[in-house]
């Protein structure tokens, strides 16, 4: 019993990897390593290095290593990129998972579990937001993944394949023990910019809005530890091999954190004060966004563990001055 992940050398991804090979899961990635980082996997899990909508190369792995379940991160993330180039967004998203989706049919692999997000709902009416919210996208990212959502259905009641679609609010954090996290450059993320502020590799962190109709003016966020969503996958695993129908469920703690007090739980972290800007609004923004986690804690059996901003916070910093010494290293062994 295998399990293929794909984007696997990825954030989220790569984080999924750890908690399947520490439970002493089998597992395969297919990463194209275009924003993901082959030293993010452990030590012995097969990389091979492809598109995840490469079908010949998904075949052959599904073949080669008996793969029952999928676990599809492989994707595009960043919301404005996805303004200015929607049919990169169309193809990476959408069409990819259209060509997995045919090898998993077509080789019979019937269990998928697929990384959606709370894009999805747009503006919701009401907060905190549920499943049978009225989901409408206000990026071609969200588009490209409701689009694969509808994809996924109508492919479930055509054929053999049950799969848990998995809505990711504002994910964050990085493994408790600092050996992965979020290392892709230029991310725009809240938490990442707000370390990366804390371990002096940027001046400031812009306050997007302060005059929202909120406690602080500030945008609300519902963050989720990455090793938590990683721990909501594995459960979403369970769940199918356990014959559990094809469902779709919110992944987040169900508890708001505003930009300012995700800046000052960095603050109290990193034990230093450091330069925080107010700006205007970032035009986009959603205002609050909350899960509403009922469906998935009745569904799974998943605690989450990392329920704690002060703990999230501090996890990505750790991770995030790992990640400052190893550039340090690197650039002295350049100029040497
Ligand atoms: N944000 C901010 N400064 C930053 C990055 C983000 O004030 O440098 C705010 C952003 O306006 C939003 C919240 O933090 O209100 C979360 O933004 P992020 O990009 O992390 O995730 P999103 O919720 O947009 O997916």
């Known amino acids: 019993m295998t399990v293929l992940v794909t984007g696997g050398a990825g954030y989220i991804g790569s984080h999924m990897v750890l ?3 520490e439970a002493g899961e089998n597992v395969v990635v297919i990463d194209n390593l275009s924003t993901g980082f082959s030293s993010a996997l452990p030590e012995g899990v ?15 792995v599904i073949a080669q290593h008996g793969i029952e379940s999928i676990i599809h991160f492989a994707g595009s993330v960043v919301v404005p990129d996805s303004m200015r180039d929607p049919l990169a967004y169309y193809r990476n998203n959408t069409m990819t998972t ?15 579990i697929f990384s959606s997000t709370a894009a999805v709902y747009g503006n919701p009416d009401q907060m905190p937001v549920a499943e049978e919210a009225p989901t409408r996208p206000l990026s071609p990212y969200g588009s490209s993944k409701l689009m694969t959502e509808i994809m996924l ?44 502020v ?8 812009d306050v997007f809005g302060t005059d929202y109709p909120t406690p602080d003016g500030s945008c609300i966020r519902d963050f989720i530890h990455v090793s938590d969503l990683a721990q909501a996958h594995r459960a979403a695993l369970t ?4 014959g559990g129908g094809s469902t779709t469920l919110n992944c987040g703690y169900g508890r708001g954190y505003s930009v300012l007090e995700t800046i000052e739980a960095v603050r109290r972290v990193c034990g230093r004060n450091f ?24 569904a799974l059996d998943w605690t989450p563990q990392y329920d704690d901003l002060a703990t999230i916070a501090a996890h990505a910093l750790a ?9 340090a290293t690197d650039a002295l062994a350049v100029s040497a």
């Open 153 to 196: 259905h109508d492919v479930g009641s055509a054929h053999d394949l049950n799969y848990v679609v998995l809505r990711y609010f504002n994910v964050a954090g990085a493994d408790p023990q600092a050996r992965i996290g979020l290392q892709t450059a230029g991310a725009t993320h809240l938490l990442k910019i707000a370390v990366e």
């Open 19 to 21: 908690a399947l090979a």
């Open 46 to 60: 097969p990389l091979f290095i492809g598109d995840a909508g490469d079908e010949n190369l998904v075949e052959n």
């Open 198 to 205: 804390a371990t002096g590799q940027r001046a400031k962190i």
């Open 319 to 327: 991770w995030e001055e790992k990640l400052a010494q190893r550039h």
């Open 239 to 242: 769940y199918l091999r356990n």
């Open 275 to 298: 330069a925080v800007h107010y700006s205007d609004r970032r035009p986009g923004d959603i205002m609050t966004m909350i899960a509403d986690t009922s469906r998935i804690r009745a």
């Open 98 to 112: 259209r060509n997995l989706l045919n090898a998993a049919v077509k080789c019979g692999v019937n269990r998928f």
